[in-house]
């Protein structure tokens, strides 16, 4: 069995895939991810196959049960070998989610161009051409960052929640409504944006969507 470790910089997701045909059988979100809890994954599952991409500061005592425990270990950077041309001028810098995503695009629509929209603690836009060259992306600050901030740097603004910013009219008729709306369309209006130069300078090119809270954004791309 195949274990994939994806630490982020809230959660760490983690996945459990048959080796011989791929095929995802379970998986876990963590608040934080410790020893024991790799420990006991690695008593309920035949685990043989792993790797962990991670863009937080990761427990060796994590590293050390992966390791000992794996038949095979991967801990992925820039230097593990991938089907991607990664053409960032600065590739130990790219962070390992970036380029974890962009491979497995690759992997899911061989041979066409991508844009990787990634929405979690920060959002992240990726694009992968046609030929599997990764050409760069931008990071720009997430739901809850822009949502605290906006708390954080005014004097009356309120904190408003990530589950506050659901589908909620163009314009709000309250000072927490109109923190979440702005917000949400804020972004909303960014990811349109982006996928509509791409299409302007790309003929064929497919958005994959994906990240923690991909969700709150995904129900206002209809036609899109």
């Known amino acids: 069995m195949n274990l994939c470790i994806d630490q982020g910089n809230s959660r760490t997701k983690v996945a459990l895939f048959r080796e011989e ?9 963590y608040k934080s991810f410790s020893s024991a809890d790799a420990e006991r994954l690695f008593a309920l599952y035949p685990v043989h196959n792993c790797i962990i991409s991670s863009v937080a500061h990761t427990d060796p005592a994590v590293l050390n049960v992966l390791n000992r425990k794996s038949g095979y270990f ?8 991938v089907p991607v041309v990664n053409c960032y001028d600065t590739p130990q810098t790219l962070g390992q989610d970036r380029l974890a ?10 041979g066409e161009n991508l844009l990787i929209i990634d ?5 992240t836009y ?3 051409n046609d030929r599997n060259e990764y050409l ?13 901030v906006l708390h954080q740097m005014t004097k009356r603004l309120p904190q408003v929640e990530v589950e506050e910013a659901q589908l909620l009219p163009l314009f709000g008729r309250n000072t927490r409504d109109a923190v979440a709306a702005g917000v949400l369309r804020g972004i ?5 944006g982006y996928m509509r130069t791409i299409r302007e300078r790309v003929k064929h090119c ?3 969507l994906t990240g923690g809270n991909a969700s709150f954004i995904s129900p206002n791309l209809s036609g899109e």
């Open 136 to 148: 760069g992306g931008n990071i720009a600050p997430g739901i809850k960052m822009r949502l605290t």
């Open 74 to 81: 991967i801990l992925f950077d820039h230097t593990t070998p």
């Open 126 to 128: 990726d694009f992968l």
């Open 119 to 123: 929405i979690g603690s920060a959002i």
């Open 101 to 110: 995503a962009a491979v497995g695009a690759s992997v899911l629509y061989p």
């Open 206 to 208: 497919r958005t994959i």
């Open 188 to 192: 909303t209006f960014e990811v349109k």
């Open 21 to 29: 045909d791929k095929q995802l059988i379970k998986t876990f979100v």
